[in-house]
């Protein structure tokens, strides 16, 4: 068992201990506003068991490539669905999403719906197209950095895996505290507590210009297949692409300024493409800010 312990590294840490903290929390807290808690109870207590067997797995047979596989890769795997799980617990604490807040916040803040103007004054198809690129760059990021740092520097790449599972767990967590659905209340339907019928701008009008190009049709896809809501505030995408950016920087200097460029268009694609309030993007740079050196300082302890 020793040496299994050893084998553990700090992502494991923290993907089993989010996996507990949450369980507790449902256990506790449910209340009846999480149907059939008993099922996540029993998700969370596999997912901790599953981690322990891949970890065990690939310290005793470590040519097994089966072992070796989800053991580099299951956090990433993890990520959709704790980001959609935290969609049916983020009413435990509150009981109703908190948009009405924020929309007035921004109002006060720019004196103007920064997600709903920006598209209207640049609603050139090419311009669109560019801001969804830029969005879906997230996913080719995140996906790109690790697979190079898997193949080039496996170290690094425990480091990336363990700095942004990090950063994503918090934000799931503060997902289940801090329900928002962003700018989508204005156009799609969110069935659960928000009255949208009573948020201006309701039912919110796309410029057919800028929803005619394919990258415009590849988002709305994975919008609505993936995203989670109540999930805007902070901006994981923000802050999971500023950690990115961070981690790359010194590692894969060639990529360094196209990750650069495409963080900065991403930062300015949140709001364009209506998925997310302006002060969800300073909330991601701020979380990026803060875990982001708490993750390294974490890493580099455990």
């Not at 009413?91 to 948009?99: H, K, P």
């Not at 898997?150 to 950063?167: D, P």
Request: glycine share 6%.
């Amino acid at each position: 068992m020793s040496g299994i312990t050893r084998s553990y590294r700090f992502v494991d840490y923290a993907t089993q201990g989010y996996l507990l903290l949450v369980g507790v929390l449902i256990l506790f807290f449910h209340q009846g506003r999480v149907p059939h808690f008993h099922l996540f109870l029993l998700a969370h207590v596999a997912g901790i068991l599953a981690i322990h067997a891949f970890v065990a797995g690939s310290a005793r047979r470590p040519g097994n490539r089966f072992f070796s596989f989800f053991r580099h890769f299951y956090p990433l795997m993890l990520y959709a669905f704790l980001y959609r799980e935290s969609e049916l617990l983020n009413l435990m604490f509150v009981d109703r999403y908190l948009d009405p807040a924020f929309i007035a916040l921004e109002e006060r803040v720019f004196g103007f719906q920064p997600a709903i103007e920006f598209m209207n004054a640049f609603p050139h198809p090419l311009i669109s197209e560019f801001f969804y690129m830029s969005y879906f760059s997230y996913y080719v990021m995140i996906a790109g950095v690790g697979l190079t740092l898997y193949f080039t520097r496996r170290e690094e790449f425990w480091h990336f895996l363990a700095v942004l599972s990090f950063l994503f767990y918090v934000c799931f967590l503060l997902f289940i505290f801090l329900p928002v659905a962003g700018p989508p209340a204005f156009f799609m339907e969110i069935p659960r507590y928000l009255d949208q019928q009573q948020l201006p701008y309701y039912p919110l009008e796309f410029p057919p210009s800028a929803t005619s190009g394919p990258f415009f049709h590849v988002m709305k896809f994975l919008y609505a297949t993936f995203e989670s809501g109540g999930g805007a505030l902070p901006s994981s995408h923000v802050a999971a692409a500023l950690c990115v950016l961070f981690l790359s920087w010194r590692n894969l200097p060639r990529a360094r300024y196209l990750i650069l460029a495409a963080t900065v268009a991403l930062s300015f694609a949140t709001v364009y493409c209506r998925y997310h309030y302006a002060v969800d993007v300073f909330a991601g740079a701020a979380t990026a800010g803060i875990l982001v050196p708490l993750g390294e300082w974490l890493y580099k302890k455990y």
